[in-house]
């Protein structure tokens, strides 16, 4: 009989936990001197060993106040593998030093509203510029919105994200309540109001890096919404303003807020007093 877990690997995209933790720090204070050295290089190496498996990223932050001390953000295809790491990094500076205190499981995911190559043709190089088919001009249009659009798909399966400093995670569901129930709206409505969002998203390019990973069927809500920025500020705004878009002013309900700061392992010690 194989030891071996048979792998859990979407047909596509990657499994994605959020893990936050809390800090004994009485059962730390138990530890020896030298104890406690190993426990932290413990941890060094196995953030080190997470990094270096293939497809597999994690970023470490500091949470800014007391709702948790560290999150982990880990991305890699396999479930096994996922739940594995996380059992390891839970136990990895000792028993009952880690508290998990909040998580949240979800995938990445390609997204039903993206503008298909048909609805560019329909609505932009037919419709906007005037376009005719098998003119030289329209394939050239044609292909450099393919070449955009399947660059940009691929950031969002397999993203890589940047070591900005400002992280923020919140789970979101779209309400199913009497006149606002977003699951009874038929494809295109959502599609534009789906455009609405993406036309006010798009305005902070540059400042935020958002990754939504789908969670129905995996968690209490359905979305996880991950932002990273370079300035509180940025999320701050982002988040006001698309509370006054419809789909988030009438159809968003919200979990709790996490902010953290994304730091090299080391400081992260420090920075929580280990
Ligand atoms: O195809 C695309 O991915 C681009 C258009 C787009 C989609 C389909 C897009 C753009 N988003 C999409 C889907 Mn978004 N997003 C959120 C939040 O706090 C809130 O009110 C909502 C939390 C933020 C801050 C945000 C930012 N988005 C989604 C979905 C899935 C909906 C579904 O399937 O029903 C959710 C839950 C969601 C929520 N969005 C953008 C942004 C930003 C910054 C952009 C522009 C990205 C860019 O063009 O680079």
Redesign the pocket.
């Known amino acids: 009989m194989s030891t071996h877990s048979t792998p859990l690997i979407p047909r596509e995209g990657w499994h994605v936990m959020h893990l936050f933790y809390q800090i004994d720090h009485s059962q730390w204070q138990c530890l020896s001197q030298e104890e406690q050295r190993s426990a932290k290089t413990k941890l060094t190496q196995l953030v080190q060993e997470i990094r270096s498996t293939q497809d597999t990223h994690l970023l470490t932050y500091a949470v800014a106040t007391p709702k948790a001390d560290i999150g982990f953000m880990l991305l890699t295809p396999d479930l096994q593998v996922a739940n594995a790491f996380e059992k390891r990094l839970t136990l990895s500076l000792g028993p009952d030093i880690l508290n998990a205190c909040y998580s949240y499981l979800s995938q990445t995911e390609s997204?039903?509203?993206?503008?298909t190559s048909e609805q560019y043709i329909e609505d932009t190089l037919i419709g906007e510029k005037g376009l005719s088919r098998d003119t030289p001009e329209f394939e050239k249009s044609l292909k450099e919105f393919e070449d955009r659009m399947s660059h940009?798909l691929q950031h969002?399966l397999y993203p890589v994200l940047p070591d900005w400093p400002v992280i923020c995670f919140?789970p979101?569901s779209?309400r199913r309540s009497g006149n606002d129930n977003?699951y009874s709206l038929d494809y295109n409505a959502?599609r534009e109001l789906?455009a609405g969002?993406?036309r006010?998203?798009?305005t902070?390019?540059g400042r935020?890096l958002?990754l939504?990973t789908?969670s129905t069927g995996l968690d209490e809500y359905?979305?996880g919404?991950t932002?990273l920025a370079k300035d509180t500020i940025d999320i701050k705004s982002?988040?006001y303003e698309?509370?006054f878009?419809e789909?988030?002013a009438r159809y968003?309900e919200?979990g709790d807020f996490y902010i953290g700061m994304q730091l090299p392992l080391d400081e992260l010690f420090r920075r929580v007093c280990l």
């Open positions: 997204s039903e509203y993206t503008t940009y969002r919140y979101m779209k977003w959502r789906m969002h993406a006010v998203g798009r902070y390019s935020i958002q939504i789908g359905e979305w919404v932002l982002i988040v698309m509370r878009d789909v988030s968003a919200f």
